[in-house]
């Protein structure tokens, strides 16, 4: 039988038209994901959608997986009686800690804060008023101190208290400043009073959760209070010991100053110094005053006592040296300041000191019409001293003026030698009174006479 051979060209055609097309594929394929031509113009929006396998994947891996959430919660297990309990529990707790921070909001807020320091404030709980203001840091400013101070207003029963916001800082929603107006009526007093006052939140928390407000004290402080004592007085303030200033613009000769914040009323300032009376000094302070000044101390009734004692010593000693003619001895010059740092205060001491003793020589040589002159007996007694004056030199030395007085008695014997050589010899009594003024300067620490005007008692 014979079989006719079928022709193969259309097989040869379509192997050719699918080998064509996978190249064309191909090419297109790294013609895309290659980058190696660029394509401009209308070619982007003109070429058909490359849906092809390959490029399908690569859409994929862009995508991710597709994923029904849907079916995804189908598949999880039911919840637990214990889970939903727990989830209902929690969802309670959230809408009881929704509702306390919102009343808690209300109660910890600048309008409650300041409704409490203006109820305060007219009932006289100053306690509950420093609780609630905004203080700096100062020694000066404890609530001891404020409590101590006397304010001036009153206490009042207070009636129809009403808080209005303001809009002085930046509007009613201010974060960090709020000011209100505080009207009310006093009880018996129809008139309406106000009260202005400015609150500023703090960076600490009330019960983790709640800003803290504080009233601004205006017109309760004094700042930068200047206080100025001469040089080596400790001064206090209401008990409080206070620190000098060791700023340039602040210091003066011969005195120490302080600056210090303080609350506005009445205050004492404690002031004492080495050899001086300690004083206290009442004064009311106020925000229109800034200065004040510490009155020069004074001498106090121990030096006095000091300086009359060394006074009754020099007195034996010297009269003692001028009698027996020993002197000027160390010991004689151990009274005065001729050690003195300054060498011209140590000269002009040793100039009166020698100016003294001559004299009294001088006046001991007397001999009262007698030949001869023998002192048998010498005595001080009643002294009284007070201050009468004191200064201080440029060069910071301070000089204290002591009147002295006191009452005297000598004996002595006078020999007489008579035209024929005879000699008779009286016994002679002197008492009285006398005084004496000495200057004392202060030397390392001791009082030491500077001048003296001693007058002779015989």
Do not use: C, M, N, P
């Given at each position: 039988m014979y079989m006719r051979e079928l022709p193969r060209i259309p097989v040869l055609r379509k192997l050719w038209f699918t080998e064509n097309?996978?190249?064309e594929e191909k090419e297109m394929e790294d013609h895309h994901y290659g980058q190696k031509e660029n394509i401009t113009g209308p070619d982007i929006f003109d070429k058909p959608i490359d849906r092809t396998k390959s490029r399908q994947q690569a859409e994929q891996r862009f995508r991710g997986p597709e994923t029904d959430i849907r079916e995804k919660l189908e598949q999880l297990p039911p919840l637990s009686k214990k889970t939903k309990r727990n989830i209902g529990i929690a969802g309670a707790v959230a809408l009881v800690l929704t509702g306390v921070i919102w009343a808690g909001g209300s109660f910890f807020g600048p309008k409650k804060t300041a409704e409490n320091y203006v109820e305060a404030v007219l009932q006289g709980d100053w306690k509950s008023v420093y609780e609630n203001l905004e203080l700096p840091q100062?020694?000066?400013l404890g609530k001891e101190q404020f409590l101590a101070v006397t304010h001036e207003r009153e206490p009042v029963e207070v009636t129809n208290l009403?808080?209005?916001?303001?809009d002085g800082y930046g509007g009613s929603d201010s974060r960090f400043l709020k000011e209100y107006t505080?009207?009310?009526?006093?009880?018996?007093?129809?008139?309406?009073?106000s009260m202005e006052l400015t609150l500023s939140r703090q960076k600490e928390k009330k019960m983790l959760f709640f800003s803290k407000w504080c009233v601004i004290p205006e017109g309760l402080i004094v700042s930068n209070y200047t206080i100025k004592a001469p040089v080596g007085y400790k001064v206090e303030m209401d008990g409080t010991a206070l620190t000098p200033e060791e700023q340039p613009e602040l210091e003066e000769s011969g005195?120490?100053?302080?600056?210090?914040?303080?609350?506005?009323?009445?205050?004492?300032?404690?002031?004492?110094?080495?050899?001086?009376?300690?004083e206290e000094f009442p004064c009311y302070i106020s925000?229109?005053?800034?200065y004040y000044e510490v009155p020069k101390l004074s001498i106090s009734k121990k030096t006095v006592e000091q300086m009359q004692e060394t006074v009754r010593k020099f007195m034996g000693d010297v009269y003692g040296e001028v009698l027996n003619q020993s002197g000027p001895s160390e010991k004689y010059l151990d009274y005065w300041a001729v050690n003195n740092g300054n060498k011209e205060t140590a000269a002009i001491a040793r100039e009166n000191a020698d100016a003294l003793y001559r004299k009294l020589e001088e006046d001991f040589a007397y001999t009262n019409g007698y030949e001869s002159v023998q002192f048998t007996g010498m005595n001080f007694s009643n002294y009284y001293s007070e201050v009468t004056d004191e200064y201080s030199d440029e060069y910071g030395g301070s000089y204290v003026n002591l009147h002295v007085s006191y009452n005297y008695d000598y004996t002595y014997t006078g020999t007489s030698l008579s035209y024929d050589q005879q000699t008779t010899a009286e016994d002679r009594s002197e008492s009285g009174s006398s005084d004496s003024y000495m200057t004392f300067i202060m030397e390392d620490?001791?009082?030491?006479?500077y001048s003296a005007d001693l007058y002779s008692i015989y």
């Open positions: 097309k996978r190249k100062g020694k000066l009403k808080l209005e916001e303001q505080a009207e009310y009526s006093v009880k018996g007093d129809s008139s309406v009073r005195y120490d100053v302080y600056a210090e914040t303080v609350f506005a009323g009445d205050h004492v300032i404690t002031a004492s110094a080495d050899s001086r009376e300690q925000t229109d005053e800034s620490g001791q009082w030491k006479i």
